[in-house]
């Protein structure tokens, strides 16, 4: 059960609180004065959270730009194309 | 008919003055003569042009915020309250602001409007809120045709092609400009996708740059709900925008390096991490590994017959010693035996006769010391070493 709310932890959590952690584990790690269990415990995690922040990094790259505009008061969204803003200049 | 006294006179001049809304928030431009500079760190000049003068005093308490020291010649505009200086029965201007005439009243607006909004708060570095470390997407809020976005989307689209850009134009100057700026920040927090908003332009004159000190623009950025970083473009002089901004950016690129985290370099942070994390751990094992490695070869773990063969060793050593000791101890014992034996043997007068003396007893056992106890023809008996003597006494000498 525990290990089920880890993991759930972990896949809620934004980029900066992974990061956050990871750095935590490290340094954690680094004083090695945890005992060995928790040691591995802590590193399963740390791997865990690292491999979430590349996939993170990832992720990000399937959003789309846009324009966004108001008309009569609405809020209206175009696809934003640099090649046409270049030209524009 | 009424007579004033000179103090009611002055008094009544000065009540007039106070209560003119003119006079208590005055502009006043003119050239500076007679400039003093007291210890006190009050400043006296008058201030003239071609047709009248007028005394003017700037207390410390305003000058000290002067970024110039005012000379002779000067041609300001002076920004305060005129009121009556009773003693001298003189009215005089009280400056509050000062700015070089040139930069202009617009200064002397920027001046006081700065004053205002960090009175309330406004710009204090605890209201900033933190920049995202990676925003799903970007707000840009800027002219669609200047350098700036250009930039913007040139530098953030080489650091991370993957964070959404979303572009919000609004003229950066003109009447119309901070109507819109205001109206992009709140529709962006109405929109509610951006997790980081880029506000600014290029750079430009104070005047170009002004929609960046104007209040509403100021204060929509200070009330953003998305954290907001400024970008207007210049070096060293600061908008009002750029304190009520959560960061400020000297220029758009930089607003851009800023808000977009490069990927590579974020992608290797972490491997560097994962990987620091792995020697750690390595280091760990190797050092509970040599703990328990300095177990098992400690001695008792390692040859544990020897460790018996230890014990038994002492106990033989120690079985030779009672040895030793009870030899030792008996020969010691014997030896003084022999000692107390012979001086026993010394002492026995039998061993006396041994050497030819004898002893000489009365036939009732008497041992005989004294010759005047014994009588003439008294029988005795001579023990010898060997055997016995019964002789009789034929007679006596005493001594």
Redesign the interface.
Known sequence: MTVDTKGNDNNDV???EA?GK??V??KL??K?E?K?ED??DK?AQ??AL?QL??A???????????????EQGI?VEKP?L?TE??S?? | MQIFSIGDLTRYIKHILDRDRTLNSIYVRGEISNFKRHYSGHCYFTLKDSDATIKTVMFRSRSQFLKYEPRDGMKVVVGGTVTVFERDGQYQLYADHMVPEGVGELSLAYEQLKEKLTAEGLFEEMRKRPIPVLPRAVGIITSPTGAAVRDIITVAKRRHPGIALILFPVQVQGGEAPGQIVDALQSFTAYGQADVLIVGRGGGSLEELWAFNDERVVRAIAASQIPVVSAVGHETDFTLADFAADRRAATPSQAAEIVVPDIHELSRYIRTLENLMGTHMQAIVKEKRRRVMECRQSAALQRPMNLLADKQQQADLLRQRLIQTMEQQLTAKKHSFSIQAEKLAMLNPLAVLARGYSITRTSEGQIVCDASQISNEQELEILLAQGVLYARVCSTKEA
């Open positions: 934004c980029f900066e990061l990871l750095e584990i490290v790690l680094e090695g945890l060995l040691s591995l590193f740390g791997v690292s922040c590349l993170k990094l990832t992720v990000a790259e399937k959003q789309i730009d846009k324009i966004l505009q108001k809020l934003l640099f803003e270049k524009k200049c």
